[in-house]
Structures are given as C-alpha cells and as structure tokens.
Nanobody, 124 residues
Framework: QVQLVESGGGSVQAGGSLRLSCAAS????????MAWFRQAPGKEREGVAV???????LYADSVKGRFTISQDGAKNTLFLQMNSLRPEDTAMYYC??????????????????WGQGAQVTVSS
C-alpha cells in the first residue's frame, strides 16, 4: 500500500505558475506509477499527467507544454510544475498511485490510491 499527501496549490493570476507536491509513503517499488488528476466544479475527474517508475511521462493535451510532472530521486515525492496557468486550469488537483506493469494509464478507475486534493484557482 501507499499513502499520499499533497501540498502546494493556491490562487494565482492567469499566466502565473504554481507547484504541487505529493509525499508518498509505504511500499515504493519499481511497479509503482504515479499521476496527477484534477476535477473542476461540475465536471468529471480528468487525468493530467502520469510518470512511470522508469521516469517516462505522458500528458493530457490540455496541459502539454505547460505542466511538468517529476519525482525526486528516491521517488517518494511527486511534483507538478504548472506554468502559463489559465482560468480553465482551476480545479481540485489530486495525486494518485497504482501498482502494475503498464505505466501510461491515465484513467481514474485505474488508480487505487489517492491523496486528499489541493485547490488551484486561476483568475483572469
């Protein structure tokens, strides 16, 4: 099992930057893959970015070129650097993790472990 605790987030004007962090504890091994999701009011939760245990990354088209997912060397902290933020990026952001052989999955139902969420608000 793995436990996830997010930090960061907040409010920023359009064009600004924010960085989210997610501290992971528990069983961290080569089969653990981590991702960021977000959910805006009245909308379904959507995948933002995923990083495999080998460091491969995949992004949703809506954030490609603006957001960067990364991990520290020990792979117990996940980051999401968000640049050029837009009002439509406003959402609750969640850190998620799963064990498995396939690293590039970015569907909500594929992830078993979730953080509590961090609010990101972008004003125009």
């Amino acid at each position: 099992q793995v436990q996830l605790v997010e930090s960061g987030g907040g409010s920023v004007q359009a064009g600004g930057s924010l960085r989210l962090s997610c501290a992971a504890s528990g069983v961290i091994n080569m089969w653990l893959h981590m991702a960021w999701f977000r959910q805006a009011p009245g909308k379904e939760r959507e995948g933002v970015a995923v990083i495999g245990s080998g460091g491969n990354t995949l992004y949703a088209d809506s954030v490609k070129g603006r957001f960067t997912i990364s991990q520290d060397g020990a792979k117990n902290t996940l980051f999401l650097q968000m640049n050029s933020l837009r009002p439509e990026d406003t959402a609750m952001y969640y850190c998620a993790a799963r064990y498995g052989e396939t690293w590039y999955l970015l569907r909500e139902n594929d992830y078993k472990y979730w953080g509590q969420g961090a609010q990101v608000t972008v004003s125009s």
